[in-house]
């Protein structure tokens, strides 16, 4: 498959992918999750490739969110039909049994942290600001961030940032246990790089049940949350808030809320 959203790239037994819509701060859209479906199977089923890298083009953004313009339009009956964001859960973390980091320079908001935080472990760089705007649009988080989020900053940060959409900067992040580390934007791809081939050089089947195990630890409740999350997401997107907020995106300005 070729791919238009995102770039990958073999450098070793490491393969580093990269969501490549600069334009659109990366914003997540159908396309892009096809493609990164298509990308980690492919890194899960190359014997060569032991661990992977993904981060976001250009300077300013790892994923600014889902697309609000590809969801300001939807209408809610599609977003349950469709089980809207169930491959993200579905066909990413629990396909790709293989470790991978997330490398976020930029923002990483709404869609972009929680996909962040399917990674095995974030390294952020100083200019990284993390958050879970969706509140600001009308509805609430849909691939995990609600239930992610509070794993791991716990039940008080998560809450505000989800309840008022503020955003986590990079050192606060490391401090509360979001990501793994800091480093320059400079030094970012070369750090998680440098990672990236440090565990590709450990015994691929002990990474695979270390993984494993530190999962079990972490998400044994998880997929109920997770469903519960999503259908809540696409119910969301049935009020007039909802139509409100993202064409209030679309046009830059205030939403008018109708709490309806
Ligand atoms: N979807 C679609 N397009 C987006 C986008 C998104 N999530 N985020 C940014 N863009 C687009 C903008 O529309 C803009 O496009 P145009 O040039 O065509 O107008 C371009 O990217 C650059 O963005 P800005 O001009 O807004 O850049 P900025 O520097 O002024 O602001 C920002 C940066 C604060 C990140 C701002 O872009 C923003 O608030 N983005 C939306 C963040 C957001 O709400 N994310 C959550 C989405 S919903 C979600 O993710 C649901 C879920 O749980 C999965």
Redesign the pocket.
């Known amino acids: 498959m070729s791919y238009e959203t995102i770039l990958t790239e073999k450098k070793g037994a490491v393969t580093l992918i990269t969501l490549n819509r600069p334009?659109?701060?990366n914003?997540?859209n159908s396309q892009v999750l096809t493609e990164l479906i298509d990308a980690f199977a492919a890194f899960e089923n190359d014997e060569s490739q032991l661990c992977a890298v993904l981060t976001g083009a250009g300077d300013?953004?790892f994923a600014?969110?889902?697309?609000?313009?590809e969801?300001a339009d939807k209408p809610a009956a599609d977003f349950l039909k469709e089980d809207y964001?169930s491959g993200w859960t579905n066909d990413i973390v629990k396909k790709v049994r293989k470790p991978w980091i997330a490398a976020v320079n930029g923002?990483a908001?709404?869609?972009?942290c929680?996909l962040a935080m399917m990674a095995d472990f974030i390294i952020a760089s100083e200019n990284a600001k993390f958050g879970?705007?969706?509140i600001?649009?009308g509805?609430a988080?849909?691939?995990g961030?609600s239930q992610r989020l509070t794993r791991f900053v716990g039940k008080s940060k998560a809450m505000e940032m989800c309840l008022t959409g503020r955003m986590m900067g990079a050192e606060e992040a490391e401090r509360s246990g979001l990501v793994t580390r800091v480093v320059s934007a400079d030094e970012l791809l070369d750090d998680a790089l440098r990672t990236a081939e440090t565990i590709a050089g450990m015994p691929p089947l002990a990474v695979m049940i270390n993984k494993e195990m530190v999962n079990v630890a972490y998400e044994t409740v998880l997929d109920q949350g997770l469903l519960a999350e999503r259908r809540m997401?696409q119910v969301l997107t049935a009020t007039e808030d909802k139509t409100e907020g993202m064409k209030a995106?679309?046009e830059?300005r205030p939403g008018n809320w109708k709490g309806r």
């Open positions: 334009k659109a701060l914003a997540l300013k953004a600014a969110g889902a697309d609000i313009k969801m964001f923002f908001l709404g869609g972009g929680e879970q705007p969706e600001k649009l509805v988080p849909g691939m961030g997401f995106f679309v830059k």
